[in-house]
Every structure is written in C-alpha cells, then in structure tokens.
C-alpha cells in the first residue's frame, strides 16, 4: 500500500509475521511471536535463578527484582484472591504474570512492537491451564461432588435448577475459559492496531510537507497512546492472574 510517498507494508503484516528459521517447515517454522514466547519463558526463568544464587540478609541485584516480584503477587493477588492458603500456588501465578507481562510488552519495545498475546494462541492455551487447574483444585479440596456443587449450587429453590444449572454449566465450563483467553487478547490486539494506527498517521503527515503542523499532534497522540499501552501491558497481566486466583480461591472454598 502506498500513502503520498510512503509504501506501507500489506495490513496482514499487522498480526502475521515471516518465519525466520525453519521456514519450510509447517510445524516448526520460527518467527518474531515465537521469540517473544521464548524470551517470556527465558528472562524469568534467569532472573530467578541469578536471585537464588544471592546470599546475605539485604537482598541485592537480581534477588532484589525476584522478591519484590514474589512479595508483589503474595500480597496483591494471592492474598487478596485466596488467602494464606493460596501461597502453595504462587509458582504457577508468578509464572503466569511475568509470562503475560512480557508477552505484553514488547509491543512498545523496538524491532519487536508487538505483543506476543495478541495472538489467541498463547492466551487461549494459558487459559485452559488454568481451567484444568481450577477443576482439579476444586475435586482435590472438594472431592467429585464439587463439580455437582457448582451446577448444583444450594439454596436455590429446586424448579429454578432447570434454569440455573444449565446457566452455571455455560458459564463455569465453556464461557469461562473463553473469556478468560478473549479478555486479554483484544485488549492487546486492540492496542496494537491502534498504536499501528497512529504511527502510520505519523509517518504520512511527516511526509506530507504541508501538513506537518498537524504532526505535533499525531506524534504527542502516539506519545500518549504507548505510555497507555505500557499501563494495559501491566494492568492485562494482573487482572489474568487475578482471576486465576479468584478462580482457585472459588475452588478452594465453595461455599463461600
């Protein structure tokens, strides 16, 4: 596509990517979503094994991150969420927030500018993890009977069952997951069109000599719209992590 003197790249390349290794390979074809995948396993998993290394009472460098990492999702999510008793799931929830988070990010990072989870792929497979992990917490603590539980809450009077268990199978076993996955990744598919949005308006007016006072505007609105992404980069990986939380919470203790 060519805008004035400036050719733009077809709008697929929006979300889709060239595989740079394994090109030919169906399977195993290798691009830009699967290096920022691999970089949000790789840089957690090495901050925290550099902190273990650490020894002392004042932690420092590398340990100094990983506990105030570790102390941000004890305090704002697994307590918040769960409660004392939710600290066994800590690892997983860690895991999950610094994955997302660096899935998000790198769509305001240079060469990278897109976020990993703008794709479904990623957040639909976190978010069935996190569903079989939900049910398996809820029959461990629970026994069987849980799941019966939960389509078949108490209190309810018993004509009403034929419309609530039916509501409560849609929303707990098939909405719930989807959601979960939908929630982050539009949010983030969203924000990156429309910092795409605002760089290609950029880049035109740049080029289009009488318009460039106009160009004080585009580029502050580009300026405003990354310190926002950056802030729904965070705020994404916090609330996915939360309502993990809340939904092991929920499996944990039921009847409350």
Partial sequence: M??????????ENVIEWPAFLFKDSDYFAFNKIGLIYGLGFLIPTVIFLLAARGDGLVPRGFRTVAEGI???????IVQAAIGPDGRRYMPLLTSLFLF??????TEVIPFFQMPGNARMAAPLVLALIVYATWISVG?????????????????VPKPLYIL???????S????????????????????HILLVTFSVL???????????VVEIGTF???????????????????????????????ALHPSH
């Fill in 70 to 76: 570790v102390e941000f999702i004890d305090t704002q």
């Fill in 220 to 250: 502050s609105g580009l300026l405003a719209f990354t310190a926002f992404e950056v802030g729904v980069s965070l705020i994404q990986a916090f609330v996915f992590t939360i309502l993990t939380a809340v939904y092991i919470g929920m």
């Fill in 202 to 212: 950029c880049i035109a007016v740049f080029s289009a000599s009488a318009l460039i």
């Fill in 100 to 105: 997302i988070f660096l899935g998000n990010i």
């Fill in 2 to 11: 060519i805008f004035g003197a400036v050719e733009f790249p077809p709008i």
């Fill in 172 to 191: 707990n076993f098939l909405i719930r997951p989807f959601s979960h996955a939908v929630r982050l990744f539009a949010n983030m598919l969203a924000g």
């Fill in 139 to 155: 029959v461990k603590h629970n026994g069987i009977g849980y799941i019966k539980e939960v389509l078949v809450p108490p209190g």
């Fill in 164 to 170: 609530v268990t039916p509501i409560e199978f849609l």
